[in-house]
């Protein structure tokens, strides 16, 4: 395992109304009160809800005093002004650290290219905040001054059948020969049952699942299984 900062960023999607929010939250809360008697590195975690849940999760990551950030799962690949429906990094930067772009589910839904991603990733960078940035493969560019990259391979994300950790290790490598000091984490399937065997593979920084970060009890167990 690298000696670089770890990553547990749970990325929800389009789940959870404002009452399990706060459902979420307050378990984890009550679940993290003993994390300071672990005697392990305990990863950096990001929570990565819909927009609308943002004020909401600030204030009770505040309220409970979490060793939580925020991220958003998206942003606008223009500035403030007349972009109806779509939030610009000024307006993000309020209540987030991280925000993801490049995901998959952008990427095949939504019809996000490159050139899409790269304005998305300007405007987030411009702004102060924090790029996770997910690629497929080893082969698609990562823009200039992410702060994480994911390497997410479609065939994993929300299927159940992860990557193998060798594998997953291999392309991380691949990856990080093109971007020296930027940490890459796995993203696809992963589970409490399964997390450790990521984290301890060589180049792998940490992880980014969705569906097992829904549940706090399972998102306490990977924290408790990603600590190293
Ligand atoms: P999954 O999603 O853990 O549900 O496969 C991962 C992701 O889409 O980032």
Same mark, same amino acid.
Request: charged share 20%; glycine share 8%; aromatic share 8%.
């Given at each position: 395992?690298?000696?670089?900062?770890?990553?547990?960023?749970?990325?929800?999607?389009?789940?959870?109304?404002?009452?399990?929010? @706060?459902?979420?939250? +307050? /378990?984890? %809360?009550? *679940?993290? !009160? &003993?994390?300071?008697?672990?005697? =392990? $590195?305990?990863?950096?975690?990001?929570?990565?809800?819909?927009?609308?849940?943002?004020?909401?999760?600030?204030?009770?990551?505040?309220?409970?005093?979490?060793?939580?950030?925020?991220?958003?799962?998206?942003?606008?690949?223009?500035?403030?002004?007349?972009?109806?429906?779509?939030?610009?990094?000024?307006?993000?930067?309020?209540?987030?650290?991280?925000?993801?772009?490049?995901?998959?589910?952008?990427?095949?839904?939504? @019809?996000?290219?490159? +050139? /899409?991603? %790269?304005? *998305?990733? !300007? &405007?987030?960078?411009?702004?102060? =905040? $924090?790029?996770?940035?997910?690629?497929?493969?080893?082969?698609?560019?990562?823009?200039?001054?992410?702060?994480?990259?994911?390497?997410?391979?479609?065939?994993?994300?929300?299927?159940?059948?992860?990557?193998?950790?060798?594998?997953?290790?291999?392309?991380?490598?691949?990856?990080?020969?093109?971007?020296?000091?930027?940490?890459?984490?796995?993203?696809?399937?992963?589970?409490?049952?399964?997390?450790?065997?990521?984290?301890?593979?060589?180049?792998?920084?940490?992880?980014?699942?969705? !569906?097992?970060?829904?549940?706090?009890?399972?998102?306490?167990?990977?924290?408790?299984?990603?600590?190293?």
């Amino acid at each position: 395992m690298s000696a670089a900062e770890k990553y547990l960023i749970g990325n929800w999607k389009s789940n959870k109304n404002s009452t399990d929010v @706060a459902g979420f939250l +307050k /378990i984890f %809360a009550h *679940k993290c !009160k &003993n994390i300071k008697k672990i005697p =392990l $590195k305990i990863p950096k975690i990001v929570i990565c809800p819909s927009y609308i849940h943002l004020p909401l999760s600030r204030d009770l990551i505040k309220k409970y005093n979490l060793p939580v950030e925020l991220g958003a799962q998206n942003i606008s690949p223009y500035g403030e002004g007349a972009f109806t429906g779509e939030v610009s990094a000024s307006q993000l930067k309020e209540y987030v650290r991280y925000v993801i772009i490049g995901h998959s589910e952008r990427r095949s839904n939504f @019809a996000e290219n490159e +050139k /899409i991603l %790269a304005d *998305k990733a !300007k &405007n987030a960078l411009t702004n102060g =905040l $924090k790029v996770i940035y997910c690629v497929p493969d080893s082969k698609i560019p990562v823009p200039d001054g992410v702060a994480v990259i994911a390497y997410e391979p479609v065939f994993a994300i929300g299927t159940g059948k992860p990557d193998t950790p060798e594998n997953a290790n291999r392309t991380i490598g691949v990856i990080k020969k093109n971007y020296i000091n930027t940490p890459v984490i796995y993203g696809g399937s992963v589970t409490s049952e399964n997390i450790k065997s990521f984290m301890e593979k060589e180049y792998i920084d940490g992880v980014l699942p969705g !569906k097992s970060s829904l549940d706090p009890i399972s998102f306490y167990k990977m924290l408790i299984n990603a600590a190293g």
